[in-house]
């Protein structure tokens, strides 16, 4: 199955790669997955499981880490759906004060919106209100960007934000590079210019669904973390995964690295195999 990302990855030669094929999770990357909740393991599960980028295959670790953040959700949702299919179930609490009723919702993977880069650029400009900066040139935020900031979020989210400017920033009307003392000092609606050309030109992955609540019929916006659903389901099935190794494991004599290789797809039609052998033998059949 080929697909393309919302955005696309700029190789250092200045080509685009945007089209991808994917294998589903392994029972290896389950296991890697459901034990930490860490971005750097989304690289790692991001180039195992992409098995084409464009021309480039296989896909290193370091190219999965600067893939644009909404191309590596795009991926994870791409991931989730081609491992535990495309019906998604999330419960919550119906946001209006007079329901406040615990709902849950029925969606599908491919319910979640998506808006892709209109004209995919590696780097873009901003022409500035203020004339003695001119204009800025930036490039959009990285799984490599999220990495390296992760702790920051959680200490200062202002900083953070510096942080990330500093990073995308490439040039600021003749500095280039400019250091983070510089992005600081920018006036706010300056800086606010920046940040809404940056957010007008990504591409993105929403992480809120438009609903309405099957109790009170209001409409509501529901919150949709990508990464929680996908570790979510990843930890609920953590032991499954070690009964159906074990259930594999018992009754082929597979190694459990043998049965870990394979996609959750793969063990289902043998358990499946071994349950109506089982069941024929009952039967006498
Ligand atoms: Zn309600």
């Given at each position: 199955m080929e697909d393309e990302l919302p955005g696309g990855y700029w190789d250092a030669a200045g080509q685009l790669h945007r089209t991808f094929e994917l294998s589903p999770l392994t029972g290896y990357d389950e296991e890697l997955l459901a034990g930490v909740?860490?971005?750097?393991?989304?690289?790692?599960?991001?180039?195992?499981?992409?098995?084409r980028l464009g021309t480039i295959s296989p896909v290193p670790a370091e190219v999965a880490e600067d893939?644009?953040?909404?191309?590596?959700?795009?991926?994870?949702?791409?991931?989730?759906r081609a491992t535990f299919g495309d019906a998604v179930n999330a419960s919550l609490i119906c946001p209006w004060p007079e329901c406040g009723r615990r709902i849950s919702l029925a969606f599908s993977v491919d319910d979640v919106p998506v808006v892709r880069s209109a004209s995919p650029?590696?780097?873009?400009?901003?022409?500035?209100?203020?004339?003695?900066?001119?204009?800025?040139?930036f490039r959009l935020p990285t799984g490599a960007d999220q990495e390296a900031l992760a702790d920051e979020v959680d200490r200062n989210e202002a900083r953070a934000l510096t942080g990330l400017l500093t990073r995308c920033l490439l040039r600021l009307g003749t500095v280039h590079s400019p250091a983070s003392e510089q992005i600081t000092a920018l006036p706010s609606a300056t800086r606010a210019e920046?940040?809404?050309?940056?957010?007008?030109?990504?591409?993105?992955?929403?992480?809120?669904l438009e609903t309405?609540?099957?109790?009170?019929?209001?409409?509501?916006?529901?919150?949709?973390?990508?990464?929680?659903f996908l570790f979510g389901d990843l930890r609920t099935d953590a032991r499954l995964l070690y009964q159906e190794v074990h259930y594999l494991a018992f009754h082929y004599h597979w190694s459990e690295r043998?049965?870990?290789d394979m996609p959750r797809d793969r063990r289902r039609v043998y358990i499946d195999a071994i349950a109506e052998t089982i069941g024929a033998m009952n039967d006498g059949t």
């Open positions: 909740d860490g971005a750097a393991l989304v690289s790692t599960v991001l180039s195992r499981c992409v098995r893939l644009l953040v909404a191309d590596r959700l795009y991926l994870l949702l791409r991931l989730r650029a590696a780097t873009y400009t901003v022409a500035l209100g203020d004339p003695c900066v001119g204009e800025a040139e920046i940040e809404r050309r940056m957010h007008d030109v990504a591409p993105r992955v929403e992480q809120t309405t609540c099957p109790e009170c019929g209001r409409a509501l916006i529901a919150p949709f973390d990508i990464h929680r043998d049965v870990l």
